[in-house]
Each structure stands twice: as C-alpha cells, then as structure tokens.
C-alpha cells in the first residue's frame, strides 16, 4: 500500500498549504499526509516570495514526510521532490520537463512547477518535512500578471489540452515515494546524478548573494549533498547552500 496519500485532505482553496499544514501538529504527526488545494489565495515559494495562482483548478499539494534517512539527506530532498515532479510530467503530459536548481521545474524555458521544502522537529524529536508541490495545470501564461507572463508557463498551455490535477498529482506522489524510499536505501549518489541529466546548471552564468555584495560565476555542477557549486571570476568557488540565486542565462 502507497504510504504517500494514504489521507488526503481535499480542498477548493487554501491560502497556504504548507501554512496550513504547519500550523496543525495533527497534521504534521501523520507521516505521509497530503493536503491539496486547487486554488491558493496567499502561496509562497522559497525566501518569502508569492507564487501567483492562476484562474481553473490548479494542483497546489503539501506532503508531509518523516524522513527515514540521515539528517545529512535532507537538503537533497528539494531536488529530490524536483526531480519527482518532472518526471510526473513527462510520464502524464509527455512534456520535456527539466529542473533549475534548486527548486523549479520548466518547461521550454518556462516555469511549470515550483517545490518548497520546510521542516519542523516533533516534541519526540522526529523530523518532520513539509514538500510543498504547486503545479500550473490549467489556463496560459496569459493568465498572470503582465510582469510574469514571459516567465510562465502551464500544462495545457503546453499540451493543448484541458490537463486536470487530480492525476497529475497521483503521478507525482507514486514518484516521490519511490525516490524516497530509494534515498532511504543509500541511493542518494544516483537520485542526484538522475536529477542532474534533468538540469540546466553546469556551464551558466548566475548572480549569488554575498555577505558583502553579489557575485557571479559560471555554475560547475552539485556537491553530493545537493548544494549548487559556482565559480567566479576570479577562480573562487563558492558552494551555494540557500539563498538567492539568479540564472543570468
């Protein structure tokens, strides 16, 4: 029996679900829980920013996840719940979705999907994950604010098809599951090598926070934890945990 959505919680809206999700310690104690959402009146994406939900039923879904793996897994789970992602995509749409680290997947360019991972420890110590999941399925990118409409993209827009969540969804967490259970039987080399042939990262320009500024670099690829590896111009290289990142290319 599938653990992932072995309880769903089903609703028309929802202002976050990774909010809502956290904010219920009787959600958060039930490893493998979803709740998803077609619409979302107040969705983040990562360092604080607004994910704009378009008109027609969307898939915005939070999983919750105890973690069988060590602690030093965790950050590769967000590329891991990517990686997930495209090839849901690919296996319901057909589409060529690729990954941008650390979180987006895109499709021609465009991005489709995001993923924003938050975690919170029980008071029995055990690791709970929030994989936040939202997933543009319906309308066009003409949908969104102007100042977003070049950087989108959705599902049937790209399918030319009416493309609904439910099965989309389904597809994601078969995948997610699997990659979990395959991170938890030491695969995590692979998982990564497997999300790197669906990224664009090594050999493109992009912008970084510094303490003191911003740099730029050329991308060299991912450490085994997961984290984004750049080299400046200078020949420093810099090993991107979090923050913001800018592809310039």
Not at 84 to 89: I, M, S
Request: charged fraction near 20%; proline fraction near 4%.
């Amino acid at each position: 029996m599938a653990r992932l959505g072995n309880a769903t919680v089903r609703l028309d809206e929802a202002g976050s679900t990774n909010s809502l999700v956290l904010g219920k310690e009787s959600y958060l104690d039930q490893d493998g829980l979803v709740v998803v959402a077609r619409r979302q009146t107040a969705g983040r994406g990562r360092l604080g920013r607004m994910w704009t939900s378009l008109p027609g039923d969307q898939l915005f879904a939070s999983v919750v996840v105890h973690p069988r793996t060590a602690a030093a897994d965790t950050p590769a789970i967000s590329l891991i719940a990517g990686l997930a992602v495209a090839e849901a995509l690919a296996d319901v749409c057909a589409v060529d979705a690729r990954l941008k680290w650390p979180n987006d997947v895109h499709v021609r360019g465009k991005k489709v999907a995001g993923i924003l991972v938050e975690s919170t420890p029980s008071s029995r110590g055990v690791q709970r994950l929030v994989i936040g999941i939202g997933v543009n399925c319906q309308g066009s990118a003409s949908d969104a604010p102007p100042e977003l409409q070049s950087a989108l993209t959705t599902l049937t827009q790209e399918t030319g098809r009416l493309v609904s969540p439910d099965p989309v969804l389904q597809a994601i967490l078969k995948r997610l599951e699997a990659h979990l259970d395959r991170l938890a039987g030491g695969h995590k080399a692979e998982l990564l090598v497997a999300w790197a042939r669906k990224a664009h990262v090594v050999g493109r320009r992009v912008g970084f926070a510094l303490s003191d500024g911003r740099g730029e670099g050329i991308a060299q690829g991912i450490t085994p934890e997961g984290y984004l590896v750049v080299e400046d111009v200078a020949g420093l290289r810099h090993i991107l945990v979090s923050g913001e990142v800018r592809w310039r290319d």
